[in-house]
Each structure stands twice: as C-alpha cells, then as structure tokens.
C-alpha cells in the first residue's frame, strides 16, 4: 500500500505571495492533519480534516487555510506569505483521525520564504 | 490550551537504557503517544497510552500517569540507529488534534 505523498517536496516563494501544498493519504484514511515543523517551535498542529470537514484547527492566523476532497485528498493554502512560514509542512492520515489512532506522516513540503 | 514538555536532549551509550520525560497541561486529555523521527525523515509511531500503566513493545515501553500528567517513553539496549528525535503528543479536543511537544533530541554514542 502507498504511503502518504506530498506534493511538491521543496518550495521557495517570496514574502506577499501565496502557496498551495497537497496530501494524498494512504488509501482509506479519510482523515488527514497538517502540521507545521520549524526547529524552535516543534511540531504545530494546524488542523484536521475528515470527509472534507474541518473537524480541529490550530492556533495559526487565519492566512492558513486548507481543505479537504471527496477523494480524501487535501490542501493547504498559505496567503501572504511571511519569512516565519519558513519551515516543513507534514501531512499525517489516519482511518479515522481518532484518540490512539496511528498517523501516518508524509515526507513534508519545505517551504522557504525569501 | 495545552503544554507538554520534555527535554531538550538527551545522551546515552549503545547498550544502556535511557527514559525521555513527558509532562503536560491540558484540557480534554485522550491519550499521549510517542513519535519518532530521524533527521530529514518523517515522524513514525511508537506507541499510545490512554489508561496508566507500561506498554511494551519490544526494545520500546512507555509509561503514563494520568493523575500527574506524566509519561515517558524507556529505550532498552539502546543502538546507534536509535539516534533520533523523540516526540510526545497528547489527543485532545475530541480527539481529533495531536499536539505535539517540542521533541527530545537522543544521541546515541559508541
């Protein structure tokens, strides 16, 4: 069975612009979260989604936004991009997002912002 | 709102058994799991806790008090390949969010 896919792996953007980054999850999983990693901060959630429904959102400003496709497939878009948004972007999918719930990460878009 | 914290790193000799700390504050606790990540990898499950007491598997345990919000992951016969980053999560908020500490950083020496 595939692995979670991210698409694409690096991306270099300029402070202003915006950037859409996508998740393809292992087959089945119908949910799928995002999270954002910088070396001060960890490991950030940013939110959750489950039959293109945004079940949880992170505490990130409104500029980050995402959503989900029938498919199970998933977005995230970043608006007016800022040197802070520098960092790996992981998707995780999971059957059904619950507590215990092994997620399965992605290898991670790296963004970085000039 | 929710904190976990942990160590920043941790140093241990091949062979030896090393315990990562896991303490944290938290509304709507679920369960704290473990995650695992290389450098330049992607994070990988280790293990969950929802009821206190130790998980085993294999050379890995963790461990989890409710009552004092505490939990550690135990490495045993530690090996070179164990030199990774080492991540605590709790669920919360239905379930559905994973938040995530700021990881421990375990270097494993010969």
């Known amino acids: 069975k595939a692995g979670v896919t991210q698409t694409p792996r690096y991306l270099i953007k300029t402070r202003g612009q915006q950037v859409t980054l996508s998740c393809s999850p292992i087959?089945?999983?119908?949910?799928v979260s995002w999270y954002q990693q910088t070396p001060g901060q960890g490991l950030q959630f940013l939110f959750e989604?489950?039959?293109?429904?945004?079940?949880n959102k992170g505490n990130f400003p409104g500029r980050f936004s995402g959503r989900q496709f029938s498919n199970s497939r998933s977005e995230m878009n970043v608006s007016t991009l800022e040197l802070g948004d520098s960092a790996l972007y992981l998707c995780?999918?999971?059957?059904?997002?619950?507590?215990?719930?092994?997620?399965?990460f992605g290898p991670g878009t790296r963004l970085l912002v000039l | 709102g929710q904190s976990l914290e942990q160590p920043s790193e941790v140093t241990a000799v091949e062979g030896a058994i090393v315990q990562i700390n896991c303490t944290y504050q938290?509304?709507?606790?679920?369960?704290l799991s473990w995650y695992q990540q290389h450098d330049g990898g992607a994070p990988t499950f280790l293990s969950y806790?929802?009821?206190?007491g130790l998980e085993e598997t294999g050379r890995f345990s963790s461990f989890l008090s409710r009552s004092d919000s505490y939990g550690y992951l135990l490495l045993q016969e530690l090996q070179m390949k164990d030199s990774a980053s080492y991540f605590c999560?709790?669920?919360?908020?239905?379930?559905?969010?994973?938040?995530f500490g700021k990881g421990t950083s375990l270097l494993v020496t010969p």
């Open positions: 995780a999918s999971s059957l059904g997002g619950g507590p215990g719930e092994t997620q399965y």
């Open positions: 087959s089945g999983h119908r949910s």
């Open positions: 989604y489950f039959s293109e429904t945004q079940r």
């Open positions: 938290t509304s709507g606790f679920y369960g």
């Open positions: 806790n929802a009821l206190d």
């Open positions: 999560a709790v669920s919360e908020n239905s379930g559905y969010a994973l938040n």
